[in-house]
């Protein structure tokens, strides 16, 4: 396994905050990497530095990046710039800036020869040089490539403005820029990020059969456990490295934690024995060695950055306004047009005290404006909707609309006074209220305008989850929000009495949290009591449906000739047919025994010999499922020519 590239001596900061300090990483080829971290602790800092768009801090020993020769990168960002000055199709070469200066002169080339202008002889040399140009760069594979991403994704239409795409479908564009990227490594940034279930299932598919180099920021677990394969962890300025799953990096948290814990125990029992020591006064100090002074100084260090390193939890203090009432809102044959577009039809429903919903179906269905019409900011076409008397209802939005760029966290929670008082009349101080979403004392007299996207919807959930509601709807909750806090959300609003309704598309979380799930599609809704579970199987059933229908649009239609070629199987292919699921099965059990092997490994007690023995079972396991995928694509086209005979 080949490096592709080191970083050492790193060191990063901000006015208001170190991001690194004297960090070395090292990158090697094959590696698939989820970078975690608190937002707003160097998660895009790092990429940014990989990237060069950002440069560390000048230190003695100095910062070094080392390289191999051809080492290439591809930088896909939480959000795509310049939007509009492209179509879909065009904004490719926003991304390839060298293609696209090639492809703006040739297409005054082209203008030039087709309008008669200029020196005929030297602009057929100067297109022929284009062309030459271009295909040494790939830009015709490259492209093609893209563009049959976009179809792959369902945006048909590439000649519309980029501008004019919903958040999901410039999501869509971002995922086809990044997986049709010629370079060594990608860089991902949050790349789920507004997309519907079917299509994060698409591109976690993509990621596990790349053999690309890759690193990836993102708050989707399902996806950081299906596709990485070490784990890069951002504290106080340090990496950590696991080699291992998101999964089995949580479990050593697990482990690790219990040892801190013990030998936080071990410590403070010395420290007590310490203390009494040195309160005997200064006689028993002259009788004492210098030295073990100086330890207890150094005692007590220890002691603090123990604590310091502790797990810290966010106290959202999710308050329900404890109402009696059992259905709180309740809607009858709702429906929503928009000319003559239908978006639903005829809904019907109830929410009661204590259910907790999760909304979910594709990008561009209807979820945000049955929001809109059961807030009371949107009038349904037909229906109508009930509400309980003095119903309360809040909505947590992913655009942070509440957050003011110029206001600090102590003015917009505290409200012009230094104590918080919530409905349920408890009084906090602002800094200590802050502190439980993981706002230090340096930062709560910040303009908010320097806090990183996810910092700031901490702030929301700050400055929301300070009233109590009836209901609470929120809207892509885990967008931008690290892992840490997504896992302390989750626990308390599994222990909130009141009523939710969650829209997103983060599966782990959708699954922990709420008992309900309401699938809008083909304007209807489709409720399924069991929760999650039971709806992902709709939700498969559907994406089959569709995969189905797009082949069913490529065979030939009935009445039309279609001519068979060797529709009948050979001898030779007979028994091959034959052998096959044997064949399968052993290696069905191959790949089965050596994941068990992996999840029993201790990370805990990873050795320089264990890591070598976990990466030839890792090894083995890639070969055993490409040969496995391999023969799973020969025994369906064998099965297909025996069902056409």
């Known amino acids: 396994m080949s490096t592709l590239l080191t970083l050492q001596n790193l060191s990063l900061h901000y006015p208001h905050k170190v991001i690194f300090k004297e960090v070395t990483f090292t990158l090697n080829q094959g590696d698939k990497i989820g970078v975690l971290g608190l937002n707003g602790h160097g998660k895009s800092s790092l990429f940014k530095v990989i990237a060069g768009l950002?440069?560390?801090?000048?230190?003695?020993?100095?910062?070094?990046?080392?390289?191999?020769?051809?080492?290439?990168?591809?930088?896909?960002?939480?959000?795509?710039?310049?939007?509009?000055?492209?179509?879909?199709?065009?904004?490719?070469?926003?991304?390839?800036?060298?293609?696209?200066?090639?492809?703006?002169?040739?297409?005054?080339?082209?203008?030039?020869?087709?309008?008669?202008?200029?020196?005929?002889?030297?602009?057929?040399?100067?297109?022929?040089?284009?062309?030459?140009?271009?295909?040494?760069?790939?830009?015709?594979?490259?492209?093609?490539?893209?563009?049959?991403?976009?179809?792959?994704?369902?945006?048909?239409?590439?000649?519309?403005?980029?501008?004019?795409?919903?958040?999901?479908?410039?999501?869509?564009?971002?995922?086809?820029?990044?997986?049709?990227?010629?370079?060594?490594?990608?860089?991902?940034?949050?790349?789920?990020?507004h997309l519907d279930l079917e299509t994060i299932q698409d591109f976690e598919d993509e990621l596990q059969s790349s053999k690309k180099t890759f690193m990836i920021i993102s708050h989707d677990r399902s996806l950081l456990n299906n596709v990485v394969d070490r784990i890069i962890h951002i504290q106080q300025g340090k990496l950590r490295s696991f080699s291992g799953t998101y999964e089995a990096y949580l479990q050593f948290l697990i482990e690790d934690q219990k040892r801190r814990e013990k030998e936080l125990d071990k410590l403070s029992?010395?420290?007590?024995?310490?203390?009494?020591?040195?309160?005997?006064?200064?006689?028993?100090?002259?009788?004492?060695?210098?030295?073990?002074?100086?330890?207890?100084?150094?005692?007590?260090?220890?002691?603090?950055?123990?604590?310091?390193?502790?797990?810290?939890?966010?106290?959202?203090?999710?308050?329900?306004?404890?109402?009696?009432?059992?259905?709180?809102?309740?809607?009858?044959?709702?429906?929503?047009?928009?000319?003559?577009?239908?978006?639903?039809?005829?809904?019907?429903?109830?929410?009661?005290?204590?259910?907790?919903?999760?909304?979910?179906?594709?990008?561009?269905?209807?979820?945000?404006s049955l929001l809109k019409i059961l807030l009371g900011e949107l009038e349904a076409t037909s229906g109508k909707v009930g509400r309980a008397h003095g119903l309360d209802v809040g909505y947590f939005s992913q655009k942070r609309e509440a957050l003011k760029d110029d206001e600090t966290p102590w003015k917009m929670i505290g409200e012009g006074i230094d104590y918080v008082i919530s409905n349920t009349g408890e009084k906090r101080h602002v800094a200590s209220y802050l502190e439980n979403f993981l706002f230090s004392s340096d930062e709560v007299k910040r303009p908010i305008h320097t806090f990183s996207g996810g910092e700031k919807n901490r702030l929301q959930l700050a400055q929301f989850m300070k009233h109590a509601r009836d209901i609470w709807i929120f809207d892509e909750?885990?967008?931008?929000?690290?892992?840490?806090?997504?896992?302390?959300?989750?626990?308390?609003?599994?222990?909130?009495?009141?009523?939710?309704?969650?829209?997103?598309?983060?599966?782990?979380?959708?699954?922990?949290?709420?008992?309900?799930?309401?699938?809008?599609?083909?304007?209807?809704?489709?409720?399924?009591?069991?929760?999650?579970?039971?709806?992902?199987?709709?939700?498969?059933?559907?994406?089959?449906?569709?995969?189905?229908?797009?082949?069913?649009?490529?065979?030939?239609?009935?009445?039309?000739?279609?001519?068979?070629?060797?529709?009948?199987?050979?001898?030779?292919?007979?028994?091959?047919?034959?052998?096959?699921?044997?064949?399968?099965?052993?290696?069905?059990?191959?790949?089965?025994?050596?994941?068990?092997?992996?999840s029993e490994v201790d990370y805990s007690t990873m050795t320089k010999e264990k890591k070598v023995k976990l990466e030839k079972i890792q090894s083995d396991l890639s070969d055993a499922e490409l040969r496995l995928e391999k023969i799973y694509e020969e025994w369906a086209r064998l099965e297909e020519k025996l069902t056409s005979s």
């Open 477 to 598: 909750p885990t967008n931008d929000l690290d892992l840490e806090t997504i896992g302390i959300l989750e626990e308390e609003l599994r222990n909130y009495e009141g009523a939710l309704i969650i829209v997103g598309h983060d599966r782990s979380f959708i699954n922990n949290v709420t008992d309900k799930c309401w699938v809008l599609h083909d304007g209807k809704l489709e409720n399924f009591e069991a929760g999650f579970p039971q709806a992902e199987l709709f939700l498969e059933a559907i994406h089959l449906e569709e995969e189905l229908k797009k082949k069913n649009v490529q065979q030939p239609q009935s009445g039309q000739s279609s001519v068979p070629v060797q529709s009948k199987l050979s001898n030779k292919e007979k028994n091959r047919y034959d052998e096959l699921p044997a064949e399968i099965e052993k290696l069905e059990a191959r790949v089965t025994k050596l994941k068990a092997e992996i």
């Open 269 to 368: 029992n010395m420290q007590r024995r310490e203390t009494a020591w040195i309160r005997r006064g200064v006689q028993a100090r002259r009788t004492k060695s210098k030295k073990r002074i100086e330890d207890y100084g150094t005692l007590n260090k220890t002691i603090q950055d123990l604590k310091s390193q502790a797990h810290k939890s966010v106290n959202l203090n999710l308050q329900s306004s404890g109402r009696k009432t059992k259905i709180l809102l309740s809607a009858e044959e709702l429906s929503l047009k928009f000319g003559e577009r239908s978006l639903f039809d005829n809904l019907t429903f109830s929410i009661a005290k204590g259910d907790k919903i999760a909304l979910l179906g594709r990008n561009g269905v209807g979820k945000s």
């Open 54 to 193: 950002v440069k560390p801090d000048t230190t003695v020993p100095p910062f070094i990046y080392d390289k191999s020769k051809d080492f290439t990168f591809f930088y896909v960002p939480q959000e795509l710039t310049n939007l509009s000055d492209w179509t879909v199709e065009d904004y490719f070469f926003e991304f390839h800036p060298e293609m696209g200066k090639l492809k703006k002169r040739l297409n005054e080339v082209n203008e030039s020869l087709g309008s008669g202008d200029g020196d005929f002889d030297k602009l057929i040399l100067e297109q022929s040089r284009i062309y030459e140009e271009l295909t040494k760069l790939g830009e015709d594979k490259i492209h093609a490539q893209f563009v049959s991403y976009l179809k792959f994704f369902g945006v048909q239409n590439i000649h519309r403005q980029m501008d004019s795409l919903s958040g999901g479908e410039q999501r869509k564009v971002a995922l086809s820029l990044g997986l049709s990227a010629p370079q060594e490594l990608i860089l991902w940034d949050e790349p789920t990020n």
